[in-house]
């Protein structure tokens, strides 16, 4: 027995099957994706449970990617201990310097290869983490800087990422993103990549009490700029501005205690956590101008991630406040800026005067003055800042005159 369909049905069919995917594509409606590490452990002495955590993972030989300094102070020492008592192999990479170069991430990836490591595990701050980041992906399949960074990279992460912070502020160990210096250090990869995001994050505040107050001031407001600029740029979801908003509570606060007395170990647990939040944040919403010229400046001057940060952050936030008032009127009650009988535009206001107060307090500077940032750059320093990535969720539309303005205010002072 045979059935026959008539053209009539046949078309009848198909335009019913155009409509229903049509309409089930126009359905749903303020979708968000939110993207963390696997697993996070927190808390004093957590790193000496690094041992059994890649045990369960079943993992046979790590490679670790660490500072110099992290490495000469001997902070790796108890990881290294509870790593031998769980018969893992370890292979130790610690040439990386502040910002590390593509250089030096092909020379982690070489390494990675020779030891044959199942596990990359960045050991450090933000130069170390980024770092291993690199290398865990490239080396898992044999791609270069240059391709990861191009839209379109499609090729997966193979081998095991962890990360363990000494700082509090970049968040690289829940971040999808790596930020790797070109060879001529000139100016900077910034690779975004959902194999970027680590597995494994052991958060352990003891591995911060030998931190310099100057490196804990610039690395603190680096997490509060991420928190800030996370909250207003233009992918935050109800999700991610929760954790900025955590995050932007505690920073100044603790901030404080922690480059006044960086023996205080709850202030320094606090802060680490604080980093996290904020990480978590702009992992899934985005950054804005702060970081899109600051990567810029860092590069091209040298200065300190942190300290641009700090730099700028209070002017892109006047100038951003056009479009976000309102948005930093709730920052300004988290930062605690704010009394009975202001308005939204004195609110806004208030907050971005206590930035400027807490900076001051910390003892960042407020221009680049020290830095001899040269007016002939501005252009070139303006046209790079706009291809950078974190340009595209800032919430203010940004032109190149606004961007050589903004350096006029920030290059003296």
């Given amino acids: 027995m045979t059935t026959s369909l008539d053209a009539s049905s046949i078309d009848a069919s198909v335009i019913t099957s155009i409509i229903t995917h049509t ?37 046979k030989h790590v490679l670790i990617v660490a500072d110099e300094v992290v490495y000469q102070k001997g902070l790796l020492a108890s990881a290294l201990r509870c790593l031998a008592r769980a018969n893992i192999a370890v292979t130790v990479f610690s040439g990386i310097e502040r910002e590390p170069s593509s250089d030096v991430v092909e020379q982690g990836v070489a390494m990675l290869a020779q030891s044959k490591a ?18 865990a992906l490239l080396g898992s399949c044999n791609a270069s800087l240059d391709e ?17 912070p000494t700082t509090a502020g970049t968040g690289s160990e829940v971040t999808d993103i790596s930020v790797i210096m070109h060879a001529d250090r000139s100016k900077k990869f910034i690779a975004k990549n959902l194999d970027l995001m680590p597995d494994l994050a052991v958060i352990d505040p003891t591995l911060m009490l030998g931190l310099p107050a100057s490196v804990t001031a610039a690395t603190g407001i680096d997490a509060l700029t991420h928190a800030i600029e996370a909250y207003v740029a233009h992918g935050a979801n109800h999700l991610s501005q929760a954790l900025a908003i955590s995050a932007i509570k505690v920073i100044p606060h603790a901030l404080s205690i922690a480059v006044g007395d960086g023996t205080e170990l709850s202030a320094r647990l606090e802060m680490a956590v604080a980093s996290y939040s904020a990480g978590l944040s702009f992992s899934n919403s985005g950054l804005g101008l702060v970081h899109a010229l600051s990567h810029q400046v ?7 991630h942190g ?5 700028l952050l209070p002017h892109v936030m006047t ?56 007016v002939e750059d501005f252009g070139e320093l303006a046209d790079a800042t706009l291809q950078d990535i974190c340009i595209t969720t800032n919430p203010r539309r940004v032109t190149k005159t606004d961007i050589i303005q903004l350096l006029q205010q920030v290059a003296n002072g």
Avoid: H
Avoid at 36 to 56: A, F, M, N, Y
Avoid at 307 to 311: F, K
């Fill in 298 to 304: 860092g590069a091209q001057y040298g200065v300190a």
């Fill in 23 to 59: 309409v089930d594509e126009l359905t749903p409606k303020n979708l968000f994706n939110f993207n963390s590490p696997r697993q996070t452990i927190v808390g004093e002495g957590s790193i000496l449970k690094l041992g059994t955590l890649l045990q369960t993972l079943n993992v």
């Fill in 118 to 135: 199942d596990f990359v595990l960045g050991f450090g701050g933000g130069s170390a983490m980024d770092a291993a980041k690199a290398i």
């Fill in 319 to 374: 100038f951003n406040a056009l479009v976000c008032r309102r948005e930093y009127a709730d920052i300004a009650r988290a930062l605690g800026a704010t009394n009975e009988g202001m308005n939204e535009r004195q609110q806004c206001e208030a907050g971005i005067e206590s930035v400027r107060q807490l900076l001051s307090d910390i003892g960042l500077p407020n221009s680049f003055a020290e830095f001899g940032l040269a």
């Fill in 148 to 164: 990861l960074t191009e839209p379109g990279f499609d090729q997966r992460r193979t081998i095991g990422l962890g990360a363990v």
């Fill in 307 to 311: 300290v641009a940060n700090g730099i």
